[in-house]
């Protein structure tokens, strides 16, 4: 593997471990500059959370686009030292406020996963993007797995010790990248940065005036909206369905992000030279509709324990349908298309919690006229089902246009 490859690997991975390592501290770091109880401290986590995840969503065209003007190397390298200094900051937060303006910044500097995507798509032939973007799919499923459990025995000394160590592994990332990390935005595809489509809206009305790329953009969105039920509502779903404790709830998690790694890392390229990209979303949505529907309705722990990594077979849905939409924009709009599909990741991380945790809650209250822990799950498999209808009605490109302007 490629030093450089390498490097965006690992920067996917840290952003992904990033956000892990310091769950597992948070409820006790909050308490400990509030003085509050657990629940309070419960909603000013939420409310971090989602200052995260507003970042991400307003800023990922923003480094997407400064990525195509400026180029890759210095965005990913500023994000990185700007990244292990946020760190730093709030390991030696003393209040919320500064606790809150260091979600701020690391929203920001998440963000740059578009521009990891972006060189990505710079150095791959068209025909093998797809499976590029399932290595680095791959590399933030090993960041989701390895974070909360370095976080859990980093909290064992401390609840600042996890900042410490997101602090140091970015500012080593962004050491050894400015050794190995070559240029590759020339002055052939450099292109001028626009406010007007420096912004998610701005970026989704230009992406959106490519043949076919508007159906897709949605397709995306509808399969990320589905695909957030397990962080926001698993460990709810297994201690009601199946009376898991925390051990096994993490496990699952666990077992489900090493076959996402191993998915899209692996095997997402037989699939994709058997099925070829189109069949592959295809396959990906069936695949998921069943899945969800099976996890719905299963009474069983173990089953579901069996089920949970077997589920991850459909994660070759996002590289697949990033490879399609990379061949529809120009090498000058790279950037910009990664920032736009970053900003509805960060848009589904806000709106299908909201959605997933009401349906729960909705379906096993006392007073429900059904009682139905999976309820989320069948949400999730009829907006599986409405993208694959996207997808399926939405013209299909022959060939790959040029820039957008």
Same mark, same amino acid.
């Given at each position: 593997?490629?030093?450089?490859?390498?490097?965006?690997?690992?920067?996917?991975?840290?952003?992904? !471990?990033?956000?892990?390592?310091?769950?597992?501290? !948070?409820?006790?770091?909050? /308490?400990?500059?509030?003085?509050?109880?657990?629940?309070?401290?419960?909603?000013?986590?939420?409310?971090?959370?989602?200052?995260?995840?507003? =970042? /991400?969503?307003?800023?990922?065209?923003?480094?997407?686009?400064?990525?195509?003007?400026?180029?890759?190397?210095?965005?990913?390298?500023?994000?990185?030292?700007? =990244?292990?200094?946020?760190?730093?900051? =709030?390991?030696?937060?003393?209040?919320?406020?500064?606790?809150?303006?260091?979600?701020?910044?690391?929203?920001?500097?998440?963000?740059?996963?578009?521009?990891?995507?972006?060189?990505?798509?710079?150095?791959?032939?068209?025909?093998?993007?797809?499976?590029?973007?399932?290595?680095?799919?791959?590399?933030?499923?090993?960041?989701?797995?390895?974070?909360?459990?370095?976080?859990?025995?980093?909290?064992?000394?401390?609840?600042?010790?996890?900042?410490?160590?997101?602090?140091?592994?970015?500012?080593?990332?962004?050491?050894?990248?400015?050794?190995?990390?070559?240029?590759?935005?020339?002055?052939?595809?450099?292109?001028?940065?626009?406010?007007?489509?420096?912004?998610?809206?701005?970026?989704?009305? /230009?992406?959106?005036?490519?043949?076919?790329?508007?159906?897709?953009?949605?397709?995306?969105?509808?399969?990320?909206?589905?695909?957030?039920?397990?962080?926001?509502?698993?460990?709810?779903?297994?201690?009601?369905?199946?009376?898991?404790?925390?051990?096994?709830?993490?496990?699952?998690?666990?077992?489900?992000?090493?076959?996402?790694?191993?998915?899209?890392?692996?095997?997402?390229?037989?699939?994709?030279?058997?099925?070829?990209?189109?069949?592959?979303?295809?396959?990906?949505?069936?695949?998921?509709?069943?899945?969800?529907?099976?996890?719905?309705?299963?009474?069983?722990?173990?089953?579901?324990?069996?089920?949970?990594?077997?589920?991850?077979?459909?994660?070759?849905?996002?590289?697949?349908?990033?490879?399609?939409?990379?061949?529809?924009?120009?090498?000058?709009? /790279?950037?910009?298309?990664?920032?736009?599909?970053?900003?509805?990741?960060?848009?589904? !991380?806000?709106?299908?919690? !909201?959605?997933?945790?009401?349906?729960?809650?909705?379906?096993?209250?006392?007073?429900?006229?059904?009682?139905?822990?999976?309820?989320?799950?069948?949400?999730?498999?009829?907006?599986?089902?409405?993208?694959?209808?996207?997808?399926?009605?939405?013209?299909?490109?022959?060939?790959?246009?040029?820039?957008?302007?």
């Amino acid at each position: 593997m490629r030093p450089a490859v390498l490097f965006i690997l690992l920067t996917v991975m840290i952003d992904s !471990m990033g956000i892990g390592l310091i769950i597992p501290v !948070m409820p006790d770091l909050i /308490q400990e500059v509030r003085g509050a109880d657990l629940g309070t401290a419960a909603l000013w986590g939420g409310v971090l959370s989602t200052t995260f995840a507003v =970042m /991400q969503f307003v800023f990922g065209p923003v480094i997407g686009g400064l990525s195509d003007r400026f180029g890759r190397r210095p965005v990913l390298l500023t994000s990185l030292v700007v =990244m292990a200094l946020d760190y730093l900051v =709030m390991a030696v937060a003393g209040s919320i406020l500064l606790l809150l303006l260091g979600r701020i910044v690391g929203g920001i500097t998440a963000a740059t996963q578009a521009t990891a995507n972006a060189y990505m798509a710079d150095i791959s032939d068209p025909e093998e993007r797809a499976a590029n973007f399932g290595l680095i799919g791959a590399a933030f499923g090993m960041g989701f797995v390895l974070g909360p459990l370095l976080g859990g025995l980093l909290g064992e000394y401390g609840t600042r010790a996890p900042f410490y160590a997101a602090a140091g592994l970015a500012a080593l990332n962004a050491l050894f990248g400015y050794v190995v990390l070559k240029e590759t935005v020339t002055d052939e595809i450099r292109r001028p940065f626009r406010w007007t489509r420096a912004n998610p809206f701005g970026s989704f009305r /230009q992406l959106g005036r490519l043949p076919g790329v508007g159906p897709l953009l949605i397709v995306f969105f509808l399969y990320q909206v589905a695909f957030m039920v397990y962080p926001a509502i698993w460990a709810y779903f297994g201690k009601e369905r199946f009376g898991w404790d925390p051990a096994t709830i993490g496990l699952s998690l666990a077992l489900f992000g090493i076959m996402m790694a191993v998915v899209q890392g692996g095997l997402i390229r037989p699939v994709l030279r058997i099925l070829g990209e189109r069949g592959t979303v295809i396959y990906g949505h069936l695949f998921d509709t069943a899945a969800f529907l099976a996890l719905a309705f299963v009474t069983s722990g173990t089953l579901a324990l069996i089920l949970t990594p077997l589920a991850a077979l459909a994660a070759v849905i996002t590289p697949a349908l990033q490879g399609i939409m990379s061949k529809a924009v120009g090498r000058d709009a /790279q950037g910009e298309l990664q920032g736009a599909l970053t900003s509805i990741m960060a848009l589904a !991380m806000i709106l299908s919690p !909201m959605m997933m945790t009401g349906t729960f809650a909705a379906f096993t209250d006392a007073d429900a006229p059904l009682y139905l822990p999976g309820a989320p799950f069948v949400l999730s498999a009829l907006l599986i089902l409405a993208g694959l209808t996207v997808f399926l009605r939405a013209p299909r490109r022959r060939r790959s246009v040029g820039g957008i302007g």
